[in-house]
């Protein structure tokens, strides 16, 4: 079980972005990517989480070679145990709140049920009152926490967050961090974060360093 | 899903609105050509059956010819003709009416037929005389296969009775002669002493030409004025489908050498000119289903291209190709249901005014347009509008259902 990464090769065109990648991620670790920019983070990340392929090489996640899953596999593999937090927050500007936060329950079907789960998360995030408010009527930093909770809603086993904090100021970058400590802790979430804040980096329980497309530490 | 699309419709009110407003327009376009063209046809065509029957079995006119005048004059000898025998040999008549009497009674899709005489004669009164175009008829056989009954002015068809020399003559007519109600006037088959008939009836066809020749009398007293009882020059029949005249025709062809025509056959111009109708018909249904397609196809492009970054979250959360797709057509399909609606009703209530507008002119017993409002113009309205939706909404929705998530997520951080 768990998450792993063996021999992974990524180009684009003649340019070697990732070379011969290999580690593993038990379930429920906290686990930060770093590294300079450029240096392929964002890359593995989209590889890690079914959103891109590797050139060369495999990933699994629980066991299942992402490579050979079919489009429906893939699906339901995010839909049920993939959260994603990304630099920009990107809800759906004409639902509220509470929709965008059910947004993936939606789709499976088991909207009603999570709606108790949305109000808790909105709550722990600080956002309960804005509820029904559309992402436009917000602040940059409530829609991330939207987006956070949104990633959370269906309980994943895995969130992967790029940069998660890139666009919020200090102490709501320090709120999200906070939450997502929170979630590993008490879920037991695997949580693959990037980051090119060393601070935010060593939060995590394992630092994996990348520097010209290889793992340095 | 559903609701889904639905918010992402009200959030474009405008785009939405307008397009929602084109396939109404273009549905009710449809709705009030196709109303009017197939009530001018319906018109048409109940015009002509007063006139013509569903079929109509008439005597095959006979003319001189000069090798039968030859074989029977000189049968062993060379003729060179001055001026060749030619002219016809003898009117129209059928050659054995109950011979087709039996028939018509045997055929189960006639509904009733009307065996007539038609002659030439001259009517006079005291000074005035006119050449008549006289029809006799058996009128309880007549009014059943046609509506001449509603033409009457005055009087009616059954009014003419056979042995009592009654006739019916049109408005112009009557009015020619210096008739009216009552008098009697003097009928000649032109070789023969006159014989006088009483007038019970005045009849308004509607027809100029028509409404200054045309009388109507009993089959018997027309026979016996034109010195030929038991003469018939046609059969008019009626049958419980119209549509079936012209196979029926065609198989009764074969039966004798008597003319048989179909109503579609006896008027081929009038046929093709619905046949161009429908035609006409036929192009604007295509030209608004391009048009309202157009418009579903270039909104729901513009929209998919706004809502990339959307359609990448909603496949990162996992919505599959097909949730997509369905999401986009699903707005196509609303637009166009709504629309079709929207233009269902426009048409309607415009028909109805169309229909309701007093004429100074009169066509066919009013003053009204004839409008049809067969269900079949409307589903056909409405289906055209949801499909041409369907269809311009698929490439863009489906184009949109390949974006892959990780495109985009790049393309914005
Ligand atoms: N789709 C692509 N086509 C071509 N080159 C790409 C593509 N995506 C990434 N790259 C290249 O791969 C390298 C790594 O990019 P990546 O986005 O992974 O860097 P990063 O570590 O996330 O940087 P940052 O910290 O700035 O986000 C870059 O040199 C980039 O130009
Ligand atoms: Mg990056």
Redesign the interface.
């Known amino acids: 079980m768990g998450l792993v990464v063996d021999h992974i090769h990524k180009d684009f065109g003649k340019q070697k972005v990732l070379k011969d990648i290999n580690f593993k991620i038990e379930n429920g670790e906290y686990v930060s990517i770093s590294g300079r920019s450029g240096s392929g983070k964002?890359t593995l990340l989209?590889i890690l989480s079914t959103?891109?392929i590797p050139t060369a090489g495999d990933v699994f996640l629980d066991e299942c070679n992402t490579k050979k899953m079919n489009?429906?596999e893939i699906?339901?593999?995010?839909?049920?145990h993939?959260g994603?937090i990304?630099?920009?927050h990107?809800?759906?500007?004409?639902?509220t709140t509470l929709e965008n936060v059910l947004?993936?329950a939606?789709?499976?079907k088991v909207e009603s049920s999570k709606v108790e789960r949305a109000k808790e998360l909105l709550n722990e995030l600080e956002i309960l009152d804005q509820i029904h408010k559309y992402p436009s009527q917000m602040s940059g930093g409530q829609q991330q926490r939207v987006a956070i909770a949104?990633a959370l809603i269906m309980e994943p086993k895995y969130i992967f967050a790029?940069?998660p904090t890139g666009n919020l100021d200090t102490y709501n970058a320090a709120k999200v961090m906070d939450m997502l400590d929170k979630i590993n802790r008490e879920s037991k979430t695997t949580i693959v974060l990037v980051t090119h804040d060393p601070d935010f980096a060593a939060r995590a329980k394992r630092e994996i360093l990348l520097s010209d497309g290889r793992v340095v530490n | 899903m559903f609701k889904l699309a639905l918010k992402q419709m009200l959030a474009k009110k405008k785009q939405t609105f307008l397009i929602f407003l084109g396939i109404g327009f273009g549905t009710m376009i449809y709705i009030i050509v196709a109303g009017l063209q197939l009530g001018m046809r319906a018109y048409m065509v109940e015009q002509l059956l007063n006139n013509t029957a569903h079929i109509l079995i008439s005597g095959e006119e006979k003319y001189i010819e000069k090798d039968f005048v030859e074989n029977h004059l000189y049968p062993d000898e060379m003729v060179s003709w001055v001026v060749p025998p030619s002219g016809k040999r003898e009117e129209g008549k059928l050659g054995n009416p109950q011979g087709w009497f039996e028939v018509l009674d045997n055929t189960p899709q006639v509904l009733s037929y009307s065996p007539r005489l038609n002659v030439q004669a001259i009517a006079s009164n005291t000074q005035y005389s006119a050449g008549i175009s006289l029809l006799g008829i058996i009128p309880q056989k007549q009014i059943k296969i046609s509506s001449l009954e509603d033409y009457m002015q005055e009087g009616s068809i059954l009014d003419v009775t056979g042995g009592t020399n009654t006739i019916i003559l049109s408005h112009k007519l009557l009015k020619k002669l210096g008739a009216k109600m009552g008098s009697t006037i003097n009928l000649s088959n032109g070789v023969d002493a006159p014989l006088p008939f009483k007038v019970v009836g005045i009849i308004k066809l509607g027809n100029n030409q028509l409404d200054e020749t045309f009388a109507l009398s009993h089959l018997k007293d027309v026979q016996k004025l034109n010195k030929t009882p038991g003469r018939i020059t046609e059969i008019a029949v009626a049958l419980y489908n119209m549509d079936l005249a012209t196979p029926l025709a065609k198989r009764w062809k074969l039966l004798s050498r008597d003319q048989v025509q179909g109503w579609q056959e006896a008027n081929q111009n009038l046929m093709e000119m619905i046949k161009i109708q429908d035609l006409f018909r036929y192009i604007i249904t295509v030209t608004v289903l391009l048009v309202s397609g157009f418009g579903i196809y270039n909104v729901l492009s513009i929209m998919i291209n706004q809502k990339q970054k959307e359609i990448a979250i909603l496949r990162s959360v996992g919505f599959s190709k097909e949730k997509i797709l369905q999401l986009f057509l699903s707005q196509g399909l609303l637009l166009g249901i709504a629309g079709g609606i929207l233009g269902n009703v426009l048409g309607l209530i415009l028909c109805k005014i169309i229909g309701s507008i007093e004429f100074s002119f009169e066509i066919g017993k009013s003053n009204n347009l004839w409008v049809s409002y067969d269900y079949l113009i409307y589903v056909t309205g409405f289906c055209a509008a949801v499909c041409s939706s369907l269809i311009a909404g698929v490439i863009p929705s489906y184009s949109a259902s390949k974006l892959t998530p990780l495109e985009i997520i790049r393309e914005h951080s």
């Open positions: 964002s989209y959103l891109d489009d429906h699906d339901v593999f995010r839909a049920k993939i994603f990304f630099q920009f990107y809800l759906i500007p004409e639902l947004l993936p939606t789709n499976l949104r790029d940069e």
